[in-house]
């Protein structure tokens, strides 16, 4: 039984880089071994050899052609596009035939052809994109702990920026503690004005039970506000033991949750359009059976 596939191509320096850091992009594992590049895939893997001297003067002296194809499926062709065009690569895109899926083709450094298609869902699951165009998202941040705050405020800013989303898209509302952030987000969903709510704050745990009474309502009255308003609202306040952790947790060994709130913002206000789009379609049916079966009810 076939378990793998493994393809291997020769590139010159140059080309070697754009093409290593294309399929590093697109989020194919990436292990380096002393004379080439090894990508792993869920299904197969691709090694590309970097040569030199007379083997990439040959190389280069070849037919202006494509020597190599590379077939991928992706459940998002469009982040593989984003990802092609901002490193100024030639897309490729085929006529579009009835049934058929997203697909286009990019043409990489050395002569090399990659086909990327859409690779349809099994067990057709709905989830939410990492595209923040098109969409308005309001930030809370906790002035408290504003040495932490403000860092997780960057990475959050960070993450829309890299999604697509601009700055008159983001709506940043600064209130005194963390305490305030949930009035502050409910206030802020119900104008309808904005596809999620992003909350951002620290707490320190201290001597006393003030910081266990604190984180309790700070996340029953986001996770409340988000129930009952229906817009998304991600949890970016970060409980903390000591500062240490805290300064972890924005930017450094935990990474940065206000980066990954954001995400998390994006990909719910997505899964929520795509939900409230499935719920009209079914609707729309549900009105054309009704019209047809009074239609055969007359006749």
């Known amino acids: 039984m076939l378990k793998s596939v493994h393809l291997a191509y020769s590139l010159k320096p140059n080309d070697y880089r754009v093409v290593t850091s294309f399929f590093r992009a697109i989020g194919l ?18 090694t590309i050899r970097m040569v030199r001297s007379a083997e990439a003067e040959r190389i280069a002296s070849g037919p202006d052609t494509f020597p190599a194809e590379i077939g991928i499926e992706v459940s998002n062709p469009e982040v593989v596009r984003d990802i092609a065009e901002r490193m100024q690569l030639t897309v490729h895109t085929s006529r579009p035939r009835p049934g058929d899926k997203r697909s286009f083709s990019i043409a990489l450094p050395g002569r090399l052809l990659v086909h990327v298609s859409e690779k349809a869902d099994e067990h057709a699951a709905r989830q939410g994109s990492y595209d923040a165009r098109g969409k308005r ?72 039970a003030h910081y266990d009474v604190i984180a309790n309502e700070v996340s029953r009255g986001i996770g409340q506000s988000a129930q009952e308003t229906g817009v998304p609202h991600a949890l970016g306040v970060l409980t903390c033991d000591n500062l240490e952790q805290a300064i972890d947790r924005a930017g450094l060994k935990m990474g940065n949750k206000g980066f990954e709130a954001a995400l998390a913002a994006i990909e719910m206000a997505n899964l929520r359009k795509a939900i409230a789009a499935r719920r009209r379609k079914r609707k729309a049916i549900g009105s054309q059976r009704a019209v047809r079966r009074r239609r055969r009810k007359q006749a």
């Not at 594992?29 to 691709?46: R, V």
């Not at 040495?147 to 983001?170: C, H, N, Y």
Request: charged residues 20%; positive net charge.
């Open 29 to 46: 594992d990436f292990a380096m071994h002393p004379k080439f590049g090894i990508f792993m895939a869920p299904q197969a893997s691709l």
């Open 137 to 208: 998202f309001a930030i809370v941040v906790s002035r408290f702990n504003a040495f932490i705050t403000e860092r997780l405020l960057s990475g959050a800013l960070d993450a829309l920026s890299r999604s697509g989303a601009g700055e008159k898209d983001v709506a940043v509302v600064w209130v005194p503690g963390a305490f305030e952030i949930p009035a502050v987000a409910r206030t802020l969903a119900t104008s309808k004005r904005y596809d999620a709510i992003l909350c951002l704050g620290c707490l320190l745990r201290g001597d006393t």
